[in-house]
């Protein structure tokens, strides 16, 4: 017995040294190894912190300065105070792309109130937990962007402060879960026969008059950084859109449908609980959005 757990021990050590990324951890950046954090951290015990995901391509970040804001808006919200300044935020940022080489993937950041001993009320006074880490994933030529992606529905049971950016994500692990086992891409969340947006992502179609609709802001949703961008380019580009609700039926007879997130730009729906949309094929709209986005992104990079 002893020889096996010594072995299980010897298998997970070399797993662990084999690893490579440098994480950032209060100050530090270590190797992901020696990537600590207190079990006292408010994060781990209350899920009290927020975060943020940021796209890299060409090793450079996307819409960065709208994760800041946003960033800044959720810390406001929860009477956190971020130890660094968005400037500093940006160093750790850079920092990371270039020690750990990526190309393109994502950045990952999350700030908590901070460790302190276990109790509901805010004790005050912390200093913020702040860990951020690296993903290296293709972004730029995603197959499914050629393909378009079946998203399942799922009822929409998160908390009242969806324009938070929580790191309290077990509705929406469930829901992409449900949505995995049911062979789907993603899950859209209903509430009172309403589409909200997808556990990660932002709900877009377009109905059957050709306009382009997503919902409006407010507690109930969260204010996608992708979305923002998707809305400011239908305004350049003279596409007409409301910020509007839309229900399931609407959703079913839509012209076209996607979705929207940091790591996955502009993705096609194609079918929703199996029913096509449209011809069951990616729309014209959507595609014209993607590659939008992305000469956008090019763009920012060059």
């Known amino acids: 017995m002893r020889r096996a757990r010594k072995r299980r021990g010897l298998r997970q050590s070399a797993r662990l040294t084999h690893v490579s990324r440098t994480i950032y951890v209060d100050g530090s950046y270590v190797p992901e190894a020696e990537a600590r954090i207190s079990v006292f951290d408010r994060g781990f015990l209350f899920a009290d912190g927020v975060y943020e995901v940021t796209a890299v391509v060409g090793g450079r970040m996307v819409d960065f300065d709208s994760h800041l804001s946003r960033l800044d808006r959720s810390l406001a919200a929860l009477d956190i105070v ?52 690296t993903q290296a994933k293709p972004l730029l030529d995603n197959p499914l962007a050629e393909s378009g992606v079946p998203v399942v529905l799922v ?21 992409k879960e449900f949505a995995k086992r049911n062979g789907a891409y993603e899950a859209w969340m209903v509430e009172n026969d309403l589409i909200t947006e997808g556990t990660s992502s932002s709900a877009f179609i377009v109905d059957s008059e050709g306009v382009l609709r ?18 400011r380019l ?12 839309f229900g399931i039926d609407e959703a079913l ?26 011809d069951g094929t990616p729309g014209q709209i959507t595609r014209r959005f993607r590659e939008l986005y992305l000469k956008e992104c090019c763009q920012e990079n060059i």
């Open 214 to 231: 997503t919902q409006p802001l407010g507690r109930h949703i969260l204010p996608g950084v992708t979305r923002r961008a998707v809305l």
């Open 82 to 133: 971020s130890p660094l300044t968005d400037r500093e935020l940006r160093v750790v940022h850079e920092k990371l792309i270039a020690r750990n080489g990526l190309d393109e993937g994502i950045v990952y950041l999350q700030l908590t109130r901070g460790v302190a001993d276990r109790e509901f009320s805010y004790p005050y006074g912390l200093t913020p937990t702040i860990v951020a880490f």
């Open 234 to 245: 239908a305004e350049e580009h003279g596409v007409a859109f409301e910020e509007r609700p």
């Open 253 to 278: 007879g839509a012209r076209e449908a996607f979705l929207t997130a940091a790591s996955a730009f502009v993705l096609p729906v194609i079918s929703i609980d199996g029913r096509n949309i449209g």
């Open 155 to 175: 009822p929409d049971i998160r908390w009242r402060r969806r324009d938070i950016k929580s790191i309290a994500l077990l509705p929406q692990a469930m829901g």
